[in-house]
């Protein structure tokens, strides 16, 4: 169906130039039609005629006046139809050659087979092709010529010529055994050559060289190569490791080599991908990796951490170059690299110990292919446990690093070119007097003199030495740049001393002849090259520093330019053309050839070749010069910064990330620089900050200075003729200066963590700046995290990198955080998250479970490390952290191979913390102690103790603690460096969480709490307990997590207190944890040596966890110390669950569990009467037990849901459920926190995480069952009475009623119809109520009667439903003997005379009779009671008694009982009924028995399990309910509907509910809202309370409006006892009749809209009686709203809940509010407003956005559904709305499932209302609905001028009105609608009509005239020709609409809720590959097999395209496969 209105746009130039073109008569009308082209209908103003224009008309008119009106709109139409064909011809002929193009893909190159023999060429897939030519463009001629194999496919990045197996190796002979591994000799197969000189034998060594260490090596079997002369990596000389982690295996033809994890049997290293390829200057190996998750190889500008597999090439080769991001070469040589295989964290590394230029090729095999020219390949492989113990093995293999001195770890400035001394003086006073921590300055090349190496400029930096001086005096350091290239500018008259001595010493770097120095130009001119691998040349560079060091005492060395870097190519005098110089092949480096921008690669040096060594110049260099310092620094470490670097570098020098930019690429890129340095060994590494090139900005620099605060080298480095960037240069009150003085402040609070770091880096070869993925590394979302990174294990640093951001989108991994700068815990774990860091803020988080030293900042480090020490302890989940602290003197050389060194160790567990010192040969001489400890993430302290070697010493510590942040500072101590001590607290625990020690009945007192192990202290506070808990009672172990849950055992302590709880603890606990779904999870805390009793209720979960890691809303985290279970929600860091708190105990009879909540919004738990929604946290505890007991505040009532919702402070809600049936209460406190506590069972928690309100009530009602689908007449008013005297009395008032037109369907009788309250009986004064059914039943009324569970066995007749039940062995019996356990409840003895002036217990003892109690759990039980239900329904002995009921009432099924357990002699076992804890419970002192059964009490499962009552009471209605339901069913034949007293999760899937015996009180009315709203929660829909009150007299004005609020309750009964008055609507006077008829009326009318929620609750698990909240989530006033409800997301109630009100204030929450009654936008929202309310009204809101169906009120849904049918359209604020209709026979049973319903939802956009039929097996010809009335609200238009409705096809001009000042449009479709046809039809395609103005619907009336004339000629032609073009048009659509054949149909297959499941394979078993492959539909299977497995996807059917053509007033648009459409227009 689809509405359409129009409003006038008068003031658009379109529509005036439209207009002006129009006029009315009937050719202008159609001119008019073919102008606007458009499919939807025009609606225009009342002044369309007098804006057009007259000549207009006329002139027309002559133009037009030879042809009739029927030619010109054929002509029309064929030029339409010509237009529409040119298209179509064009889309086929185009379609065409795509069907001809189809999966074909264009080759450069002609050649398509392979140039091999097909056995040669293997088929692989393309990602594993090893690329023939990886040194041009392939051709098939280079490939053939090659012996390689073609096969172009896709992109040329994959290789197009692949090796065949005739390339390789095989090997020749047996393996042969060496002391260390193996060796194979290996013989080149026969193939072409790639680049010449192939060596045809190669030799393959192999060494176990240690258990995680594997090397191999393949050489020249017959000539010596080069080999790469390492100063740390020597010969192997010893034996095969033991314990192997790996094995190799060798393939012998072709050869290849495996090494293989043992653990596990992955394969790491492969060679076989690809051949072996062994030429004396073309070497390659191919290697084949387990996973993609490659890091390492260098140098050069990596874009991310993690390396990008698809098909990348890295050149390595040492260049002077900027980094940028074109992947080229930079200046090291780093073959390494890191294979994460999988989250397990196993690891492995790969080395290749090779100098020479290379490539290293990636492919998403994934494989790694290392090409290089020259030497051999060495290969190590490295495996490790996790990432970080790879990288220790590799450095172990190359050297670890060296232990900087401690002053380096400070702040460095630096520039090139600060032109003079005083320039170099001003930049460091300025940062001196800005106080900014700074230890560092460096001098660039400007200060030498010429540039030349150990000199400095005499006249620029004058007084340079005594600057250095000053510089120390001040702390500070400085250190000075020297580059390799000599000055060979030397001379008698101006000697250059290096020069000259070093000629001498003929250390140069000679050209190819050996003998004369090679002569290049750098920096000073002509220059000379120390050949660094000269022995000769370390001692020639020694001298020199010596002798400058003399003259100016630099601190540190920076050696630059050592790639070596030469600024003309080669030489002055060039290159020859050897094939040094121009090998064969050359790597993709820069530039394209070796000795562009360095040196001859045939120069020769002491180790070898250019060609061989260019690498290691940068190595061997910082070898001299750590060499140099030994002797210009004796016993000192001093600092030498290196640009080019090799494999081991890091064990002599530090290194910068070279010549960057000033631009934010180079900020982002610096960390993934950073972190791979760390892989490589060279942990002293940082980027020159705020970049070297180009001028920074002021933010950018900012942003740089906090990032570089933490790299481990952190240097601020310019370029020469930019702008000043030292951070005092931009201002002294600038924010960059602040923001950088404060995070250097950090940084140098934090340097005792950080040298520890460096001290782990050089002892242990850990990282300093660590991925996060090192840590991490089970969480896949850390694998490529590189714009975040780690010091060491704990800090976490999260920089801004992007211009202009104040937010960042960071990844917290699975760890507790705290924000380092106010120690507050974040919630924050395992997640992306939006980190709010404003200009002056970067992320620092440090991790809990770490300790880290600080020492109070100063603003150089030789006065901070004067300063008292600290600790910052960050605890984990547990309560636990952990670290250490290395200390020396901080400069002297060797202090760790010397064991001149402190190591302290600190430990935190149990509120102590331990100092312990591994290591103590060092004394520190400024007598260091630890002045204060920060403890982040605990509870108050107090009773603060140290001992020092276990003894007490005497202090006096304050304790300063922050509650909000949970932040403790502890000063007043001092804990000397270097001494052990203990320090130890209490924890204070605040009122508010304090968890009860002693909630027992009675008992508690001091002595009996501390008997408990617990603490005694009064509070004045209400409700805080005397006696909590103090410590824990069980611990944890054997943690274990896995993709689908986590398990652990927990196990009692031994304690003296262990046994003093109530009843018997048990030991040792299982708990498992199973993540159901995305949404849903389940832990279990339960005995796994004895089976303890579970609550038999089934639940809908999968059978096998479905979801992902990466995909499910939580995280779980099993915590110990005291044993927790936390559930974070991962999207925002809310801890929902933390159990985490004391008290956790687990006895045979008391089992208790407390968890902290997420806020102080928490709904739900029941069945007990509260006077809000929202639970009151403050100490309120809550009873939960299935009792006989009339609502009443903290009183339990009839049914048990230990289930809450609780809202999170961002909005999102999640719900937890205990699926425990014992007796419990639960406590609330204002923590916030809960406790739970059952008397049995086990603790069974499903939570759900919607995360919106109404998502958890669906998620849980897919969990324990959705509701019932009840029928449409149980939506009806409702009316019953306790008390009725006979038939006559109900007769009489249903005759009243329907005299009055009260609108009424159901009539109840309560126990009053039966004999002597006996079931399945029928008293003698109700012998007519079996005919008064009947008569009502033919008028459209129904009928439900009320049943008691309890049996009467005292008969003197026969009583068949006893002696059946005993012969059927159906009642609950006692244990012991047998017998059956008696009570009394309502039936009487027989034949006794009731004296009702006898008080109640005198009534029960003489006149009840004992009463047996069927066992519903059992299958017998079942059968007897659907047989007395059927003879009760047709009675077979005497049918007149036959009593025809549509549903059933079941009461007391609590069970109640009116003696408490039993008749005398009563109940056996006193521990069962007075169990050792007593929740707190109505009638507590009397135990569990009171009003109920013993609880000794035997009932037995369906599967013949016995089970005492005492589990499973709160189940007796639950277990009732479902067999009662189905008996209905069954004995009716139809839908039906069960009412119950006693409910249980799950229950609302048979029966609905009423709230019980309430009172006719003011109060009842809002408690009657916050019931249903609960009940709402717990998926039980069909609930409401007893109207106008169950007891006492209901008063007149209460009655009114209570029958004004039950008018909007889905059951709407009006119910009251014996001996009250009467209230029934009839019953007061005509006024009263008036309220009710029209309120009900209302309900009538509304029912449409009320019987789609019940569908969608029964379908998606929706709520009816909707919370405000559910829809307003976002707005936090709604949250405590429980005077007002919704019905389903659109109707707002705001009913009168007090005395004598007149008004009302309600809460309008943001949305357009409509009042119900007039349709008027109350222009209120986001607001309280207070609206009239006289006693005859309740207010009613319709919420904007919405579509409601409506239908006409009648006496009964009987006569209402053949009413007709309207909508209500309440437009939002963009005129749009939506809404939904269901509807069905509503009384059939399993319509739904059955498919026999219809299903549409609507839409309105744009004036137009849609109708979408999602489905439709009901409404038809013979079954119409019928459609009458459209009210349309908000339509915000002055005037509205037509209105056109499609009907079955037929367009209708409908009546309406439009009230411009109301807003409301009228459509009154009544007389038109059905005048052409009486149903909306199930059109099975799309249409579209044009509606008409005035002046159209003239011209159709005409048109239709001049039709029925005679056809002249000219329109028979043309219409002939039209219908021949149409033919063709026809004919090539269908060509075009037949897809090619290599064209597929993907089904797009969302999330389609189960209800919108249409089945597409109906009557079939079909597979997932049938369904997937032949249907191609959509496949996943849920539990309940009535629901499609097998169902349509979403683009399925057909849809309207946007190609239109109109004719004739109706517009035809071409339909498309996707949706079905109702069509109707306004």
């Known amino acids: 169906m689809k509405v359409l209105t129009r409003i006038p746009t008068a003031n658009s130039r379109t529509e005036k130039n439209r207009n002006a073109f129009l006029t009315s008569e009937g050719t202008d009308a159609m001119a008019a039609a073919a102008f606007s082209g458009l499919c939807s209908a025009r609606i225009t103003s009342p002044s369309f005629r007098e804006r057009t224009q007259p000549w207009s008309d006329e002139m027309a008119r002559k133009k037009l006046k030879k042809f009739t009106t029927l030619e010109l709109m054929l002509s029309i139409l064929l030029l339409v139809v010509f237009i529409i064909t040119i298209p179509i011809f064009v889309l086929s002929a185009r379609d065409s050659l795509e069907s001809q193009d189809l999966g074909t893909t264009v080759s450069p190159d002609p050649g398509t087979s392979t140039t091999p023999g097909s056995a040669e060429c293997p088929v692989v897939n393309d990602s594993e092709r090893i690329n023939c030519i990886p040194d041009q463009s392939p051709t098939k001629a280079t490939c053939d010529q090659r012996g390689c194999c073609w096969s172009p496919q896709g992109t040329i990045s994959k290789p197009w010529c692949y090796y065949s197996k005739s390339h390789g190796y095989q090997v020749r002979g047996d393996l042969m055994n060496t002391n260390a591994g193996f060796t194979a000799q290996l013989e080149r197969l026969s193939s072409p050559s790639l680049f010449g000189n192939d060596v045809n034998n190669v030799l393959l060594t192999a060494e176990y060289q240690t258990s995680n260490r594997f090397h191999f090596k393949l050489t020249d079997q017959n000539q010596n190569r080069y080999e790469v002369p390492h100063e740390h990596v020597q010969p192997f000389t010893g034996n095969a490791a033991s314990s192997l982690t790996y094995k190799v295996e060798v393939s012998k033809q072709p050869f290849g080599i495996?090494?293989?994890?043992?653990?596990?049997?992955?394969?790491?290293?492969?060679?076989?991908?690809?051949?072996?390829?062994?030429?004396?200057?073309?070497?390659?190996?191919?290697?084949?990796?387990?996973?993609?998750?490659?890091?390492?190889?260098?140098?050069?500008?990596?874009?991310?951490?993690?390396?990008?597999?698809?098909?990348?090439?890295?050149?390595?080769?040492?260049?002077?170059?900027?980094?940028?991001?074109?992947?080229?070469?930079?200046?090291?040589?780093?073959?390494?690299?890191?294979?994460?295989?999988?989250?397990?964290?196993?690891?492995?590394?790969?080395?290749?110990?090779?100098?020479?230029?290379?490539?290293?090729?990636?492919?998403?095999?994934?494989?790694?292919?290392?090409?290089?020219?020259?030497?051999?390949?060495?290969?190590?492989?490295?495996?490790?446990?996790?990432?970080?113990?790879?990288?220790?093995?590799?450095?172990?293999?190359?050297?670890?690093?060296?232990?900087?001195?401690?002053?380096?770890?400070?702040?460095?400035?630096?520039?090139?070119?600060?032109?003079?001394?005083?320039?170099?003086?001003?930049?460091?006073?300025?940062?001196?007097?800005?106080?900014?921590?700074?230890?560092?300055?460096?001098?660039?090349?400007?200060?030498?003199?010429?540039?030349?190496?150990?000199?400095?400029?005499?006249?620029?930096?004058?007084?340079?030495?005594?600057?250095?001086?000053?510089?120390?005096?001040?702390?500070?350091?400085?250190?000075?740049?020297?580059?390799?290239?000599?000055?060979?500018?030397?001379?008698?008259?101006?000697?250059?001393?290096?020069?000259?001595?070093?000629?001498?010493?003929?250390?140069?770097?000679?050209?190819?002849?050996?003998?004369?120095?090679?002569?290049?130009?750098?920096?000073?001119?002509?220059?000379?090259?120390?050949?660094?691998?000269?022995?000769?040349?370390?001692?020639?560079?020694?001298?020199?520093?010596?002798?400058?060091?003399?003259?100016?005492?630099?601190?540190?060395?920076?050696?630059d330019m050592n790639e070596v870097a030469n600024f003309v190519d080669g030489s002055v005098s060039g290159c020859s053309t050897s094939n040094l110089n121009y090998p064969p092949f050359t790597p993709k480096i820069l530039d394209g050839y070796l000795f562009s921008k360095s040196i001859c690669m045939d120069a020769v040096q002491h180790w070898g070749q250019q060609y061989d060594v260019h690498n290691l110049y940068g190595y061997s260099m910082a070898i001299a010069t750590a060499e140099t310092v030994k002797t210009v620094f004796p016993n000192k470490r001093s600092l030498i910064l290196t640009r080019s670097t090799f494999a081991g570098s890091g064990k002599f020098a530090a290194h910068w990330l070279g010549d960057n930019a000033a631009s934010w690429n180079d900020l982002r890129w610096s960390i993934p620089g950073i972190l791979e340095f760390n892989l490589f060994g060279i942990p002293m590494v940082g980027a020159d900050i705020c970049g070297f090139l180009l001028d920074t900005s002021e933010e950018l620099c900012r942003r740089w200075m906090q990032l570089g605060a933490f790299y481990p080298f952190s240097r601020n480095h310019n370029g020469q003729g930019y702008k000043a960037q030292d951070p005092a240069s931009f201002g002294t009150d600038s924010l960059l200066l602040n923001s950088s003085r404060h995070y250097l402040t950090i940084r140098y609070t934090l340097l005792p963590y950080l040298y520890t770091l460096f001290y782990r880096a050089h002892s242990r070869g850990d990282t300093v700046a660590r991925p996060l993925l090192h840590e991490f590394y089970q969480d896949s979302n850390t694998w490529d995290v590189h714009q975040q990174f780690l010091w060491g294990p704990g800090l976490l640093i999260t920089p801004v990198l992007d211009e202009g951001a104040e937010k960042v989108t960071a990844y917290m991994p699975d760890a507790v955080w705290y924000d380092y700068e106010t120690g507050v815990q974040e919630r924050w774990r395992k997640q992306k998250v939006e980190m709010e860091l404003p200009g002056d803020k970067i992320g620092l988080h440090l991790r809990g479970g770490y300790i880290f030293p600080t020492q109070q900042p100063a603003t150089t480090t030789v006065a901070s490390r004067r300063n008292p020490l600290g600790l910052i302890i960050a605890l984990d989940e547990n309560k636990e952290a952990k670290g250490e602290l290395f200390w020396d003197d901080g400069e002297t050389k060797d202090t760790v191979a010397n064991n001149l060194y402190l190591l302290c160790e600190f430990s935190v567990t149990q509120n102590r913390l331990e100092v312990k010192i591994l290591q103590s040969t060092y004394t520190d001489p400024n007598n260091l102690a630890f002045k204060e400890i920060k403890i982040l993430g605990t509870q108050e302290l107090n009773n603060v103790a140290v001992k020092q070697n276990?003894?007490?010493?005497?202090?006096?510590?304050?304790?300063?603690?922050?509650?909000?942040?949970?932040?403790?500072?502890?000063?007043?101590?001092?804990?000397?460096?270097?001494?052990?001590?203990?320090?130890?607290?209490?924890?204070?625990?605040?009122?508010?969480?304090?968890?009860?020690?002693?909630?027992?009945?009675?008992?508690?007192?001091?002595?009996?709490?501390?008997?408990?192990?617990?603490?005694?202290?009064?509070?004045?506070?209400?409700?805080?307990?005397?006696?909590?808990?103090?410590?824990?009672?069980?611990?944890?172990?054997?943690?274990?997590?896995?993709?689908?849950?986590a398990s652990a055992v927990i196990s009692l302590k031994t304690s003296l207190?262990?046994?003093?709880?109530?009843?018997?603890?048990?030991?040792?606990?299982?708990?498992?944890?199973?993540?159901?779904?995305?949404?849903?999870?389940?832990?279990?805390?339960?005995?796994?040596?004895?089976?303890?009793?579970?609550?038999?209720?089934?639940?809908?979960?999968?059978?096998?966890?479905?979801?992902?890691?990466?995909?499910?809303?939580?995280?779980?985290?099993?915590?110990?110390?005291?044993?927790?279970?936390?559930?974070?929600?991962?999207?925002?860091?809310?801890?929902?669950?933390?159990?985490?708190?004391?008290?956790?105990?687990?006895?045979?009879?008391?089992?208790?569990?407390?968890?902290?909540?997420?806020?102080?919004?928490?709904?739900?738990?029941?069945?007990?009467?509260?006077?809000?929604?929202?639970?009151?946290?403050?100490?309120?505890?809550?009873?939960?037990?299935?009792?006989?007991?009339?609502?009443?505040?903290?009183?339990?009532?009839?049914?048990?849901?230990?289930?809450?919702?609780?809202?999170?402070?961002?909005?999102?809600?999640?719900?937890?459920?205990?699926?425990?049936?014992?007796?419990?209460?639960?406590?609330?406190?204002?923590?916030?926190?809960?406790?739970?506590?059952?008397?049995?069972?086990?603790?069974?928690?499903?939570?759900?995480?919607?995360?919106?309100?109404?998502?958890?009530?669906?998620?849980?009602?897919?969990?324990?069952?959705?509701?019932?689908?009840?029928?449409?007449?149980?939506?009806?008013?409702q009316l019953c009475r306790y008390g009725y005297q006979n038939d006559s009395e109900i007769a009489s008032l249903y005759d009243a009623m329907v005299a009055a037109q009260i609108p009424y369907d159901v009539q109840y009788s309560d126990i009053d119809y039966m004999e002597r309250q006996l079931d399945f009986t029928l008293d003698a004064e109700f012998e007519g109520f079996p005919a008064l059914i009947t008569r009502m039943q033919a008028d459209g009324m129904r009928v439900i009667i009320i049943l008691d569970p309890a049996i009467s066995g005292n008969e003197t007749k026969p009583y068949l439903p006893f002696t059946r039940g005993v012969e059927d062995d159906v009642f609950i019996k006692d244990p012991s003997d047998g017998s059956i356990v008696w009570g009394k409840v309502w039936p009487d003895f027989p034949d006794v005379v009731i004296n009702s002036s006898l008080d109640w217990d005198s009534q029960v003892e003489k006149y009840r009779a004992f009463v047996a109690f069927p066992d519903f759990f059992r299958n017998s039980t079942i059968a007897w009671w659907k047989r007395e239900l059927k003879e009760l329904y047709t009675n077979p002995r005497e049918p007149e008694k036959s009593l025809k009921f549509d549903g059933l009432w079941i009461d007391m099924n609590e069970p109640a009982s009116f003696v408490n357990g039993a008749v005398l002699p009563g109940c056996k076992n006193a521990t069962l009924n007075n169990p050792p804890y007593m929740p707190h419970l109505e009638s507590r002192d009397l135990g569990l028995s009171s009003k109920t059964l013993c609880m000794e009490s035997q009932q037995v499962l369906p599967d013949g399990s016995p089970v005492r009552h005492y589990d499973v009471h709160s189940l007796y209605g639950w277990a009732q309910t479902r067999p009662t339901y189905e008996?209905?069913?069954?004995?009716?034949?139809?839908?039906?509907?069960?009412?119950?007293?006693?409910?249980?999760?799950?229950?609302?899937?048979?029966?609905?509910?009423?709230?019980?015996?309430?009172?006719?009180?003011?109060?009842?009315?809002?408690?009657?809202?916050?019931?249903?709203?609960?009940?709402?929660?717990?998926?039980?829909?069909?609930?409401?309370?007893?109207?106008?009150?169950?007891?006492?007299?209901?008063?007149?004005?209460?009655?009114?409006?209570?029958?004004?609020?039950?008018?909007?309750?889905?059951?709407?009964?009006?119910?009251?006892?014996?001996?009250?008055?009467?209230?029934?609507?009839?019953?007061?006077?005509?006024?009263?009749?008036?309220?009710?008829?029209?309120?009900?009326?209302?309900?009538?009318?509304?029912?449409?809209?009320?019987?789609?929620?019940?569908?969608?609750?029964?379908?998606?698990?929706?709520?009816?009686?909707?919370?405000?909240?559910?829809?307003?989530?976002?707005?936090?006033?709604?949250?405590?709203?429980?005077?007002?409800?919704?019905?389903?997301?659109?109707?707002?109630?705001?009913?009168?809940?007090?005395?004598?009100?007149?008004?009302?204030?309600?809460?309008?929450?943001?949305?357009?509010?409509?009042?119900?009654?007039?349709?008027?936008?109350?222009?209120?929202?986001?607001?309280?407003?207070?609206?009239?309310?006289?006693?005859?009204?309740?207010?009613?809101?319709?919420?904007?956005?919405?579509?409601?169906?409506?239908?006409?009120?009648?006496?009964?849904?009987?006569?209402?559904?053949?009413?007709?049918?309207?909508?209500?359209?309440?437009?939002?604020?963009?005129?749009?709305?939506?809404?939904?209709?269901?509807?069905?026979?509503?009384?059939?049973?399993?319509?739904?499932?059955?498919?026999?319903?219809?299903?549409?939802?609507?839409?309105?956009?744009?004036?137009?209302?849609?109708?979408?039929?999602?489905?439709?097996?009901?409404?038809?010809?013979?079954?119409?609905?019928?459609?009458?009335?459209?009210?349309?609200?908000?339509?915000?238009?002055?005037?509205?001028?037509?209105?056109?409705?499609?009907?079955?096809?037929?367009?209708?001009?409908?009546?309406?009105?439009?009230?411009?000042?109301?807003?409301?449009?009228?459509?009154?479709?009544?007389?038109?609608?059905?005048?052409?046809?009486?149903?909306?039809?199930?059109?099975?395609?799309?249409?579209?009509?044009?509606?008409?103005?005035?002046?159209?619907?003239?011209?159709?009336?005409?048109?239709?005239?001049?039709?029925?004339r005679k056809l002249s000629a000219l329109e028979i032609l043309l219409i002939i020709f039209i219908i021949i073009v149409l033919a063709v048009d026809i004919l090539l659509l269908m060509l075009l609409l037949e897809k090619p054949s290599g064209a597929s149909f993907v089904p797009e297959c969302p999330e389609i809720p189960e209800s919108e499941r249409i089945d597409c394979a109906p009557g079939q078993e079909v597979t997932e590959d049938v369904c997937r492959q032949k249907y191609k539909c959509c496949w996943k299977p849920v539990p309940d097999t009535a629901i499609p497995w097998c169902f349509f996807p979403r683009n399925w059917g057909y849809e309207i395209s946007n190609r239109i053509e109109q004719y004739n007033h109706r517009v035809y648009c071409p339909v498309e496969k996707v949706a079905i459409t109702i069509s109707v227009w306004i």
Request: glycine share 8%.
């Open 1057 to 1277: 207190y262990a046994y003093s709880f109530p009843s018997v603890p048990v030991n040792s606990l299982r708990l498992t944890v199973t993540y159901h779904k995305d949404y849903m999870l389940q832990f279990k805390i339960y005995d796994p040596n004895n089976n303890r009793y579970e609550v038999p209720v089934p639940l809908n979960i999968p059978n096998v966890p479905s979801g992902t890691p990466e995909s499910q809303l939580y995280a779980v985290l099993i915590k110990e110390n005291p044993f927790g279970i936390e559930i974070r929600r991962k999207s925002t860091g809310t801890v929902i669950w933390d159990s985490q708190l004391l008290g956790f105990t687990f006895n045979d009879m008391f089992i208790r569990i407390s968890t902290r909540l997420p806020s102080r919004y928490l709904y739900g738990f029941g069945e007990t009467e509260h006077t809000a929604f929202r639970r009151d946290l403050g100490w309120n505890t809550w009873g939960m037990f299935s009792r006989d007991q009339p609502p009443g505040y903290k009183k339990n009532s009839y049914g048990v849901h230990p289930y809450y919702m609780a809202m999170e402070e961002d909005g999102s809600a999640h719900g937890v459920l205990l699926l425990n049936s014992n007796a419990m209460d639960v406590t609330f406190q204002p923590l916030p926190a809960l406790t739970y506590r059952t008397t049995g069972g086990i603790l069974d928690f499903y939570v759900v995480l919607g995360p919106t309100p109404e998502l958890v009530t669906q998620q849980y009602t897919e969990l324990i069952g959705r509701p019932v689908m009840v029928p449409y007449w149980s939506l009806g008013f």
């Open 950 to 1045: 276990g003894v007490p010493i005497q202090v006096s510590p304050n304790v300063t603690y922050d509650s909000n942040l949970q932040v403790a500072l502890i000063t007043g101590i001092d804990l000397v460096l270097g001494g052990t001590y203990t320090v130890e607290w209490d924890v204070k625990i605040r009122d508010e969480e304090k968890i009860d020690c002693y909630p027992d009945q009675t008992g508690v007192s001091a002595e009996n709490c501390t008997a408990r192990g617990c603490a005694w202290e009064e509070s004045s506070s209400p409700g805080v307990p005397f006696c909590y808990f103090v410590s824990d009672l069980y611990s944890v172990s054997d943690v274990q997590y896995d993709s689908h849950g």
């Open 258 to 559: 495996k090494v293989i994890r043992t653990s596990n049997n992955r394969v790491l290293f492969d060679s076989s991908v690809g051949p072996l390829l062994f030429a004396h200057q073309f070497l390659q190996l191919s290697i084949r990796l387990p996973s993609a998750n490659v890091y390492g190889l260098g140098e050069h500008v990596h874009q991310q951490y993690r390396h990008d597999m698809n098909w990348k090439t890295w050149p390595i080769f040492a260049r002077d170059t900027t980094p940028n991001g074109d992947g080229t070469n930079l200046y090291g040589a780093q073959t390494f690299f890191l294979c994460l295989e999988d989250a397990s964290g196993l690891s492995f590394g790969v080395f290749l110990l090779n100098s020479n230029a290379m490539e290293v090729f990636l492919q998403p095999t994934p494989a790694i292919t290392y090409r290089t020219i020259g030497g051999i390949l060495d290969f190590y492989v490295f495996l490790g446990n996790t990432p970080e113990q790879v990288v220790q093995e590799y450095l172990e293999l190359v050297g670890r690093p060296a232990l900087p001195s401690y002053w380096a770890l400070g702040f460095h400035l630096s520039r090139y070119d600060y032109g003079t001394l005083k320039n170099m003086k001003e930049v460091v006073e300025r940062n001196r007097a800005a106080q900014l921590p700074y230890d560092v300055q460096h001098a660039d090349i400007d200060y030498m003199d010429a540039r030349k190496d150990f000199t400095y400029d005499p006249v620029a930096f004058k007084g340079f030495p005594e600057f250095v001086k000053e510089l120390h005096n001040n702390g500070q350091k400085l250190v000075v740049i020297v580059d390799p290239a000599i000055s060979n500018n030397s001379s008698l008259s101006n000697p250059y001393g290096p020069y000259d001595r070093g000629s001498d010493m003929k250390i140069w770097v000679n050209s190819s002849d050996g003998v004369t120095p090679l002569i290049g130009e750098v920096w000073p001119g002509k220059t000379v090259f120390p050949d660094y691998t000269n022995p000769k040349c370390t001692a020639w560079w020694t001298n020199e520093f010596e002798l400058f060091h003399s003259q100016v005492e630099f601190d540190g060395i920076w050696i």
């Open 1527 to 1908: 008996a209905v069913q069954e004995v009716t034949g139809q839908r039906g509907i069960v009412i119950t007293r006693s409910t249980f999760p799950s229950s609302g899937r048979w029966g609905g509910h009423w709230l019980g015996d309430n009172t006719a009180a003011w109060d009842q009315l809002k408690k009657s809202i916050i019931g249903m709203m609960e009940f709402s929660l717990f998926g039980i829909s069909y609930t409401g309370a007893d109207i106008c009150g169950f007891f006492q007299d209901a008063e007149y004005e209460m009655c009114a409006r209570w029958m004004q609020l039950g008018a909007f309750y889905p059951f709407a009964r009006n119910h009251n006892t014996i001996g009250t008055r009467r209230q029934d609507p009839v019953s007061w006077n005509s006024t009263f009749v008036t309220i009710s008829k029209s309120v009900l009326e209302t309900r009538y009318a509304l029912l449409p809209y009320f019987y789609t929620l019940m569908h969608k609750a029964s379908t998606e698990g929706s709520t009816v009686v909707r919370p405000l909240l559910h829809e307003f989530v976002s707005d936090r006033v709604t949250w405590t709203i429980d005077s007002q409800f919704l019905l389903g997301p659109a109707f707002l109630v705001s009913p009168v809940l007090e005395a004598n009100a007149r008004d009302v204030t309600a809460y309008f929450p943001k949305a357009r509010w409509y009042d119900y009654y007039t349709g008027v936008d109350i222009q209120s929202t986001g607001e309280w407003k207070s609206l009239p309310a006289p006693l005859d009204h309740i207010n009613l809101h319709v919420r904007g956005g919405y579509v409601l169906p409506w239908q006409e009120p009648a006496q009964n849904t009987h006569l209402s559904r053949q009413k007709f049918f309207g909508f209500k359209v309440a437009l939002d604020d963009e005129g749009t709305a939506e809404g939904w209709l269901f509807w069905d026979d509503g009384q059939s049973i399993d319509t739904y499932e059955k498919g026999q319903y219809y299903l549409a939802h609507f839409s309105v956009s744009q004036n137009t209302m849609q109708s979408h039929i999602i489905f439709n097996k009901y409404i038809s010809d013979t079954n119409p609905l019928r459609l009458g009335y459209f009210e349309v609200w908000g339509v915000g238009s002055d005037s509205i001028s037509s209105v056109s409705i499609s009907v079955s096809g037929v367009v209708i001009t409908p009546t309406f009105s439009y009230n411009s000042t109301t807003q409301v449009l009228n459509i009154d479709g009544y007389k038109s609608i059905l005048a052409e046809a009486d149903y909306i039809s199930p059109i099975t395609f799309a249409q579209c009509s044009s509606g008409t103005t005035e002046g159209q619907t003239q011209h159709i009336q005409r048109y239709g005239y001049e039709m029925a």
